[in-house]
């Protein structure tokens, strides 16, 4: 029997302050462990991956889902992309709204459409017809991430002024 292996990064984040360090680290373990767990169960490796990056999403500590970074007009939009190394089908969506797991998208786009990528109002349409539920965007958004905004929005101003 193979050795069972599930490698889970929490973004490419350049620096962590040091009081989101601990809890950065203890929600990569927790969705590793969660995909661990499903391997272990005989879950296929694509069932380990949306387990594993779904938990990220419903994390505040991470880029994704929950605690999606704002765009200028203080909006979520979120993107998401899987792939099967088995056969290397892949699903991928962008821009996507109000859905807590994209990553749950993006496997439906891979499995359920002829296509690979569907983008803004088109995965809108297609999360409803799949019956994926809607979540108030207030949900997804984090008072970090309303500052990181705002101090972003000041630092532009403060330098265009020049």
Excluded: W
């Excluded at 994209?102 to 799949?130: D, N, Y």
């Amino acid at each position: 029997m193979n050795p069972l292996v599930l490698v889970v990064h929490g973004g490419g984040a350049s620096s962590i302050s040091r009081e989101r360090r601990e809890r950065v680290r203890q929600g990569v373990l927790r969705a590793a462990a969660l995909g661990y767990r499903i391997l272990r169960a005989g879950g296929s490796a694509l069932d380990a991956v949306e387990g594993a990056v779904a938990a990220l999403e419903d994390d505040p500590e991470f880029n994704a889902g929950c605690g999606s970074v704002l765009n200028a007009n203080g909006e979520v939009e979120m993107d998401a992309s899987i792939m099967s190394g088995k056969d290397l089908s892949s699903g991928a969506v962008s821009a996507v709204r109000c859905i807590a797991n994209p990553i749950k998208l993006a496997r439906l786009v891979m499995e359920k459409t002829p296509h690979c990528f569907l983008t803004g109002q088109g995965a809108a349409k297609f999360a409803a017809s799949m019956g994926i539920a809607e979540v108030p965007e207030e949900q997804l958004v984090t008072e970090r991430n309303r500052k990181r905004l705002e101090k972003e929005k000041y630092a532009q101003k403060a330098c265009c002024q020049k």
